[in-house]
C-alpha cells in the first residue's frame, strides 16, 4: 500500500524551504502518477473478477432462468448469447473493457437494468452509511486512544484495551441482531430498517446522501428522520473500526512519547493537553491516518453484513444478491465501485499527509 | 540482543492476565469441542422438544425454531469453528509464505508479478471477494474455507518476502551461500527458521478474523449448510426469529467469545516476540 510515503522525518530536522511553483508543479505530477497507477489496478481488478466469477463451475444461466426454462436448451443459448457467454473468454473480456469504456457495464441479469443505473441507485445510501461510521470511528476511535495512552497500564489503558480488542472480535452480524433487538424491537429508540419512514419520500436528489440532501433543502423533520435511520446501521458498523483505530492510535502516540523532543516540551512546562495534542497526536496523526483508509476498506466489508440486516439499499445487499445468483455483470460493477473507492481513499489519505505534516513531499 | 531487549520491555506471560484469560478459554473450547458428544444434554439434530421454548433448567439456552436443543448445538459448534480456523491458517500461512519467499528470494519479475496479485487481493475488501468466490464455488462449508485462504494469504507472502529480503544479506546467508548451499537450501534450512516467529505472531492475530470471516459467510449462507450446527448459520436462524432472543444470542456469544481470546493471545505473543514486524504488515 501507498504506507511508505509516510516514512516521517525526524522531527528535528531541518525544514526544506522549497519555492511555491516547484510545489504546485510536484503535485500535479503526483496526481498524473496516481491517475496512472488508478487506472492500472482498475483493469487489474477487472481482470481478476474476471477469471474469477467466469472459469468457476456455477452456471449463472442456471441462476437466472426459471426452472422451465433451464429444460430448453433453445432458451439457455438464447440466455447465453444475450450476455455474450458463448464467446471465447479472451473475446468476452475484451467486449467487456470496451464497453467500459463508453461507460457501459453491461446488463444486469436479475434486474434487467444497467448495473450502471443500479449502481447510482446503491452507491449513495452505502457512501452515507460507510461516511458516518468512519466519522464515528475516527472521533471515538482516537479519543480512546489518546486516553489509554495517557494512561498506560493504568486502569483506563485495561478497560479501553479490553473495550477495543472486544470491538475487533465481535462479529457484526451477532451485534446488529443483538442491537436490532434492543434499540428497535424492546426499546423501540431507534427505526429498524430502510433509510426512512414508509411514509417518507426522499429528499430532493443533490448527492443522494439523505442527512445532507435533506439539511441542504432545509427539510429539518426528514433530516431527522434520515439520521435517526442511519443510527443503528451506522454505530453497529463503526464497531469494528473504533476498535482497530483506539489500538493503533494508542501505539503510536506511545511511540511518540517516548521522543526527546516531547520530555523537551515538558520540561518547558508546557501544560499537558498541550503536549498531547501538539507534539505528540499531530505527528502520530500520520500513521492514524494510514490505518484509517484500511478501516475504509473493512468498513465496506462491514456493508455486506449490516445492509443485509437493516434492509439498507446499498452495495453491500447488491453485492450478496449478485453473487448468490451469479449475476456476473453485477459482481463485476461492484468490484469496480470497491476499486474505485480504494483508489479514492488511499489518495485523500496521501493527500492528507501534507496536510498534518508539511514536510512529507508527495513522491 | 534485540530477543533481549523487548524481554526487558514487556511483561513476562505471567503477568498478562489477559493473554492467559484467553489460553484458558481456547482451551476450554478445544475441550468441548473433543467431547462435545459425551457433555452435550441432547443430540444437535434432534427436532423433537417445544419449538422456541425459553431458556429453561432443560434447555439452558432454549430451542429453536425446529426444536432443537440451543445448548447442544452451541458445544457441537466448536467442533466446527476450532478445527477449520486452524486448518485455514495453517494453508493460507503456509501458501503465503511459499509466495512470500520465492518473491522475495528471487526478486526481480517473479516478485513484481507476485506481489501486484498480492496487492489487487489485498486491496480487496475481504468479504466481497471471499463472498464471488463462496458463491461461484457453490455454497458449501468446503468452499467458504476455500474462500477464507484466498483472502487471507496476502498478509502472509507480504511479511515472508519482507524478511527475505532482508536475510538475504544478512552474514549468516551470506556464509551459508559461500560454503556451497543452494538458494533453496539457503531458504529452507536458514531462513525459514528465523522468520517462523514473526509468521506465527501474524498468525495468531489473524485467526480471528479468519473465524468472523467464516462465520460471516456462513450467516450469509454460504458456508455451513443445514441443519449443521455452525454458530455464524444459527445466529442468521437468530435474525428469522429476532423476538426469540436466546436463538441468536448464544451461538453469537460463542464466537465472540472465541476470537475475543484468540485476538488476547496474538496481543500478548506480538509485544513478547516481535513488536515490530507484525504491526508493519496487519496495522
Do not use: C
Request: net charge positive; charged share 15%; proline share 6%.
Amino acid at each position: 500500500m501507498s504506507a511508505t510515503t509516510a516514512a516521517v522525518p525526524a522531527p528535528e530536522a531541518p525544514e526544506r524551504v522549497r519555492p511555491r511553483g516547484r510545489r504546485r508543479h510536484d503535485l500535479r505530477r503526483f496526481l498524473l502518477q496516481r491517475l496512472g497507477t488508478g487506472v492500472v489496478l482498475l483493469v487489474g481488478i477487472t481482470l481478476v473478477a474476471f477469471v474469477l466469477t467466469h472459469l468457476v463451475p456455477g452456471d449463472p444461466a442456471a441462476a437466472n432462468l426459471g426452472q422451465r426454462a433451464i429444460g430448453d436448451p433453445a432458451a439457455v443459448a438464447a440466455f447465453n448469447h444475450q450476455y455474450g457467454l458463448d464467446r471465447p473468454l479472451p473475446v468476452q473480456y475484451v467486449l467487456y473493457l470496451k464497453n467500459l469504456l463508453h461507460g457501459n457495464l453491461g446488463i444486469s441479469e436479475q434486474s434487467h437494468r444497467p448495473v450502471l443505473t443500479d449502481l447510482e441507485e446503491y452507491v449513495p445510501a452505502t457512501i452515507e452509511l460507510a461516511l458516518f461510521a468512519i466519522v464515528v470511528s475516527l472521533v471515538i476511535g482516537i479519543g480512546l486512544g489518546i486516553v489509554a495512552a495517557m494512561y498506560r497500564d493504568r486502569w483506563p489503558d485495561q478497560l479501553i484495551r479490553v473495550i477495543s480488542l472486544g470491538g475487533v472480535s465481535m462479529p457484526v452480524f451477532w451485534i446488529a441482531l443483538v442491537a436490532f433487538y434492543l434499540l428497535f424491537f424492546k426499546l423501540g429508540w431507534l427505526p429498524g430498517g430502510g433509510r426512512l419512514d414508509p411514509t417518507q419520500g426522499a429528499p430532493h436528489h443533490l448527492t443522494g446522501l439523505f442527512t445532507v440532501d435533506a439539511a441542504l433543502h432545509g427539510q429539518w423533520t426528514l433530516f431527522w428522520s434520515a439520521l435517526r435511520h442511519l443510527l443503528l446501521p451506522g454505530l453497529v458498523l463503526a464497531v469494528y473500526t473504533v476498535g482497530m483505530l483506539t489500538r493503533f492510535t494508542r501505539a503510536s502516540m506511545l511511540e511518540i512519547m517516548g521522543n526527546d523532543y516531547v520530555r523537551a516540551a515538558r520540561l518547558k512546562g508546557l501544560p499537558e493537553h498541550v503536549v498531547i495534542l501538539r507534539h505528540v497526536l499531530r505527528p502520530a496523526l500520520v500513521s492514524i491516518i494510514t490505518v484509517a483508509g484500511v478501516a475504509f476498506g473493512s468498513l465496506l466489508s462491514g456493508t455486506v453484513l449490516v445492509e443485509n440486516i437493516f434492509s439498507w439499499p446499498g452495495v453491500g445487499q447488491y453485492a450478496y444478491r449478485s453473487a448468490v445468483n451469479l449475476d456476473l455483470p453485477a459482481i463485476m460493477g461492484v468490484s469496480l465501485f470497491v476499486a474505485l473507492v480504494y483508489i479514492v481513499v488511499n489518495l485523500v489519505v496521501d493527500l492528507l499527509y501534507g496536510v498534518i505534516d508539511p514536510r512529507i513531499r508527495l513522491s | 540482543m534485540k530477543r533481549i531487549r523487548t524481554r526487558a520491555l514487556a511483561p513476562p506471560p505471567w503477568r498478562r492476565p489477559l493473554a492467559l484469560g484467553g489460553l484458558a478459554v481456547i482451551a476450554a473450547w478445544a475441550v468441548i469441542a473433543i467431547f462435545a458428544p459425551l457433555i452435550a444434554p441432547q443430540n444437535p439434530l434432534a427436532q423433537k422438544f417445544t419449538i422456541l421454548a425459553g431458556p429453561s433448567a432443560a434447555h439452558w439456552f432454549g430451542t429453536d425454531e425446529l426444536g432443537r436443543d440451543v445448548f447442544s448445538r452451541v458445544l457441537f459448534g466448536a467442533r466446527i469453528t476450532l478445527p477449520l480456523a486452524v486448518i485455514l491458517i495453517v494453508v493460507a500461512m503456509v501458501i503465503g509464505a511459499i509466495i512470500g519467499g520465492v518473491a522475495g528470494f528471487f526478486g526481480g519479475w517473479v516478485d513484481n508479478i507476485l506481489m501486484r496479485v498480492a496487492d489487487l487481493v489485498f486491496a480487496f475488501p475481504g468479504i466481497i471477494l471471499a463472498l464471488a468466490v463462496a458463491a461461484a464455488l457453490g455454497a458449501q462449508l468446503r468452499n467458504a474455507v476455500i474462500a477464507v485462504v484466498v483472502v487471507s494469504w496476502p498478509s502472509y507472502a507480504r511479511l515472508v518476502r519482507s524478511l527475505v529480503l532482508s536475510a538475504r544479506s544478512a552474514q549468516y546467508v551470506v556464509a551459508s551461500r559461500l560454503l556451497g548451499a543452494s538458494g533453496v537450501r539457503v531458504l529452507f534450512t536458514d531462513i525459514r527458521p528465523n522468520a517462523a516467529g514473526p509468521v506465527l505472531v501474524l498468525a495468531a492475530l489473524d485467526i480471528g478474523n479468519a473465524v468472523l470471516l467464516l462465520s460471516g459467510l456462513s450467516f450469509l449462507g454460504l458456508g455451513a449448510q443445514p441443519p449443521t450446527a455452525e454458530w455464524g448459520a444459527m445466529v442468521a436462524e437468530g435474525t428469522q426469529n429476532f423476538n426469540d432472543w436466546w436463538v441468536g444470542l448464544f451461538p453469537g456469544l460463542a464466537i465472540l467469545t472465541v476470537v475475543l481470546a484468540f485476538n488476547f493471545i496474538g496481543d500478548a505473543l506480538r509485544d513478547m516476540l516481535d513488536p515490530r514486524t507484525a504491526r508493519a504488515v496487519r496495522l
